[in-house]
């Protein structure tokens, strides 16, 4: 099972410059195994567009489904923030990021995400899939 970001699947959902990248890499791990969004992702991206009620049907016609994050992963991430915030982090990392990867890192295999730099520092071991030309 492979998370996907919210930022990916908006890139995705929007059409936007980089869509084409975000179908590329979500078609590449459809092919792995399923890919799947957790609560914050869901909520992000529906909150991102018009009608919030038709996010997961789009999202499940895309062959993307949803897993609850467990209470293992939200304890995580919330270790993950408080040591960000003592390294002297600053504001812009939010505790939906560090729940997004520490369910990707605890309940899934890997995470598709346009922010590998942040998961790769603060989640070590998590397999990092960067949508980009390949």
Known sequence: MIAIDSSVLIDLLSGNERAELAESS???CLVIGPVVVCDVVLAEVCAAFRDGSET???LESMSIHF?????KSA?????????YR????????TVPDFL????ALLQCSGLITRDGGFYRDYFKGLRIIEPRLR
């Open 75 to 83: 304890l995580r991430a919330g270790e993950m923030q408080r040591r």
């Open 26 to 28: 979500l078609r590449q």
């Open 56 to 58: 997961l049907p789009v």
């Open 100 to 103: 997004i990867g520490a369910h």
């Open 86 to 93: 003592r390294n002297g982090g600053k504001r812009e990392r």
């Open 67 to 71: 897993s609850a994050m467990e209470a």
